[in-house]
């Protein structure tokens, strides 16, 4: 019997199950290290290539993608459903490091490509086997370089969210299928104070005014609409 999905993995490309990016580093993780072992440094130059097409043509032009959603998705079930962007802000360094490495090794550096092809096979396979995806880290400290950290967001304009009033408010964007964002949503809940839910999906113009790069996020705002603290 094939498992169902919340999200479409073809359709739904803002969020991601959780599974698959990690069944994509195992494979960067092996082809890489079997790449370093073998001399082949061609398979660096196909993961790389193989990377940039799913990047720029989605995720039906990408081998492990298809592999994992139509193979090993339906018959093991989807995983947690998170946010797309950091996995794909961490195959963007992965094409980076690759064509690096498979540059190095046309212009007979060997050394340097066998170093950009092992940090590349080390990192990979540590997502896969822990789920410390150090380009995803990457991602979320960029995005709080460009604003998004506590007491950058100074104040939410609570009537354009169709609430006012209250003398504290929760205010949390959200996305309809992250899986994260409805169990902060249901912590949330438990609050006496209201609850207002924004689909980033549905306004992206209230996630690019407010700096929101990754969901969920949430704010406690007083009731002149002053952010008082920063919650997830």
Do not use: K
């Not at 990047?55 to 093991?76: I, M, S």
């Not at 380009?135 to 609430?163: D, K, N």
């Not at 964007?173 to 207002?196: G, I």
């Amino acid at each position: 019997m094939l498992a169902t999905r919340t999200a479409d993995p073809w359709t739904d490309t803002d969020v991601i199950d959780a599974r698959a990016p990690r069944f994509n580093q195992a494979t960067v993780g092996v082809v890489s290290l079997l790449a370093l072992l073998t001399g082949g440094w061609w398979l660096l130059a196909l993961l790389a290539l193989q990377l940039a097409l799913g990047l720029t043509l989605g995720r039906r032009y990408c081998l492990p993608c298809l592999l994992y959603f139509e193979v090993v998705q339906p018959r093991f079930g989807e995983g947690p459903v998170e946010d797309a962007r950091p996995p794909r802000f961490a195959n963007m360094v992965g094409v980076a490091f690759l064509t690096a490495a498979s540059v190095a090794y046309l212009a007979g550096l060997r050394t340097v490509g066998a170093a950009l092809g092992g940090v590349v096979a080390a990192l990979a396979l540590l997502a896969a086997a822990t789920g410390l995806c150090v380009g995803c880290e990457a991602y979320r400290l960029l995005a709080r370089a460009r604003g998004v950290r506590q007491g950058s967001v100074g104040a939410v304009e609570l009537g354009e969210l169709g609430t006012d009033g209250a003398p504290e408010t929760l205010v949390q964007f959200t996305h309809r299928l992250c899986s994260d964002c409805h169990e902060l949503e249901a912590r949330l809940r438990r609050d006496a104070r209201p609850l207002v839910t924004v689909d980033v999906a549905e306004r992206p113009d209230l996630a690019r005014r407010y700096h929101v790069t990754v969901v969920p996020t949430a704010f406690m705002v007083g009731g002149d609409g002053t952010v008082l603290e920063r919650l997830a």
